[in-house]
Nanobody
């Protein structure tokens, strides 16, 4: 079992920046962030694997940057040039694989990001 603890988030004006962090209690393979806005489905923001394959949603490319510390099992999302449409609850995600190739998914508790003037 892996636990994910998130920090960061809050209220920021359009064009501002925020940083989200997530710490995992164990070794993980892929990690990243999803978000869910009111009335919408949860969507991928960015996902990165331990072998450095990274996939950003088109809506955040060039504005958001994910960084990962494999030794500490932490991941950080730097969000710049924030827009009102980035407002959502952001969830840290991670998975791990066992020796049989089975994948286990884990989620953080979610943190609110609000972009408003």
């Amino acid at each position: 079992q892996v636990q994910l603890v998130e920090s960061g988030g809050g209220l920021v004006q359009p064009g501002g920046s925020l940083r989200l962090s997530c710490a995992a209690s164990g070794s993980i393979y892929a990690t990243g962030w999803y978000r869910q806005a009111p009335g919408k489905q949860r969507e991928l923001v960015v996902l990165t694997t331990s072998d450095d394959r990274t996939n950003y949603a088109d809506s955040v490319k060039g504005r958001f940057t994910i960084s990962r510390d494999n030794a500490k099992n932490t991941v950080t999302l730097q969000m710049n040039s924030l827009k009102p449409e980035d407002t959502a609850v952001y969830y840290c995600y991670a998975n791990r694989r066992d020796g049989l190739g089975r994948v286990y998914d884990y989620w953080g508790q979610g943190t609110q990001v609000s972009v408003s003037s």
